[in-house]
């Protein structure tokens, strides 16, 4: 059976707003209304579960969310794509046994007991150790694109996805914020990965020997002094695994991969050196994802993240975040990402021309659960201060 994706995911839907979609009548305390029907439905819905957002708000489905198609499944931005069949040559093992990544036209289910848990890359990844930190002895789904594994569960081909979201030397990974944005899932968990990375080769060489690495670019910007050191190019992939798999399947002696060892077991590579990232504390941030919302509750540590625009003005920023610090709740993280549908303004004709700046997404992140009396009041108190804003999710500390 074919999975009508477009369909299959409004049912399901909670809550879900596009702050700047095109068409939308967005202004200060409201959440987004949108051109399309079917708002107070899904308002109606997400009130049931929030119970937070003044009587006239409207909430409205993702505008560009398109119907999915085999083209709109196509992976897209990848640099080097690992082989999806690995000859043996005889210099690592039979890679054929490793599940095949998932593609979006996958519309098999299972029917086994144990979670199915999708992440990006294949196996031997960092983030299906994350996975398999998150949820041990659950079935770990890899699939070759993030935008793959935010699908696979609203497809329900799995469970969860666990994705990286936040690198202590690399910084953010805006890839996954803008597709938080893009998708209709809730974050019920986070995981933190120490990642020590090393430098993988062909058995027998020596890493003088290197000319060229292949790593995910984060992983290359996790390793660039020792990189630098030894002179070596490098060369983006898809992810760390997936380059040891290159690797491996290339026979190039002068070819190596920044990944970790266990992919130096499962594709029959040497590591030539340990550790080689710059900063020894190297940690990963990894969301969990899943379809529906964990409710909070007030017994233990709750982190809260949403995302909200801003009229221009000064101080409004400013203001939005005193919202937090006047009922003493922290902020943990916040990020700010231009806006993809509008991201200039043009503020100022007077001077010079035209100033244009960008209009941004601001995310945070804040050490409060919605079930706190405190939380639901900086809340009530930012939507009056906002453009817009979505509650993307509650997750435990
Ligand atoms: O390529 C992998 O192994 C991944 O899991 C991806 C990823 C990332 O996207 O940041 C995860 C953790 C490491 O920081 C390096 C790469």
Redesign the pocket.
């Known amino acids: 059976m074919a999975l009508r994706a477009a369909e299959s995911i409004w049912v399901g839907a909670q809550f879900n707003s596009r702050p700047d979609s095109p068409g939308s009548h967005a202004r200060p305390g409201l959440i987004a209304v949108g051109r399309d029907s079917g708002p107070d439905r899904l308002f109606r819905k997400w009130q049931c579960r929030w119970a937070l957002v003044p009587a006239q708000t409207s909430v409205t489905p993702v505008d560009d969310e398109k119907p999915l198609t085999p083209e709109a499944a196509k992976p897209v931005g990848a640099t080097i794509h690992g082989p999806k069949e690995i000859v043996s040559k005889g210099f690592h093992r039979d890679l054929n046994f490793l599940p095949r990544p998932l593609s979006v036209t996958d519309d098999s289910s299972d029917d086994g007991t144990k979670v199915r848990v999708a992440?990006?890359?294949i196996p031997?990844?960092?983030?299906?150790a994350?996975a398999l930190k998150a949820y041990p002895g659950s079935e770990t789904v890899p699939c070759d694109q993030f935008e793959v594994a935010f699908k696979a569960v609203e497809l329900w081909l799995v469970d969860k996805a666990v994705l990286?979201i936040e690198?202590s030397v690399?910084g953010s990974?805006h890839r996954n914020y803008d597709l938080l944005l893009r998708h209709r899932l809730h974050i019920v968990g986070e995981i933190q990965?120490e990642?020590n990375h090393c430098l993988l080769a062909l058995p027998g060489v020596r890493k003088e020997e290197l000319k060229r690495v292949l790593?995910?670019p984060?992983?290359l910007a996790?390793c660039e002094m020792t990189l630098s050191n030894l002179n070596i190019t490098r060369v983006n992939a898809?992810?760390?695994?997936?380059a040891a798999q290159i690797v491996a399947a290339s026979g190039q002696r002068d070819t190596g991969a920044v990944?970790?060892a266990r992919a130096a077991e499962i594709y029959g590579l040497d590591i030539v050196a340990k550790n080689v990232q710059d900063d020894a504390n190297?940690i990963?941030r990894f969301l969990i994802l899943a379809r529906e919302p964990i409710i909070a509750g007030n017994n233990k540590p709750y982190r809260t993240s949403i995302v909200f625009t801003l009229e221009e003005g000064p101080g409004v920023l400013f203001k939005a975040l005193a919202v937090f610090a006047m009922r003493g709740i922290s902020l943990t993280k916040i990020e700010s990402r231009p806006q993809r549908k509008r991201p200039m303004r043009v503020v100022d004709g007077s001077n010079n021309g035209s100033a244009k700046y960008f209009d941004y997404l601001f995310y945070i992140d804040f050490a409060a659960s919605m079930a706190e009396p405190r939380a639901q009041r900086a809340l009530g108190n930012l939507e009056a201060r906002v453009l817009s804003h979505h509650l993307f999710h509650l997750h435990e500390n």
Do not use: C, K, M, R
């Open positions: 992440y990006q890359g031997g990844a960092y983030s299906e994350a990286p690198n690399g990974i990965l990642v790593s995910h984060q992983a996790q898809d992810d760390t695994a997936g990944a970790s190297n990963t």
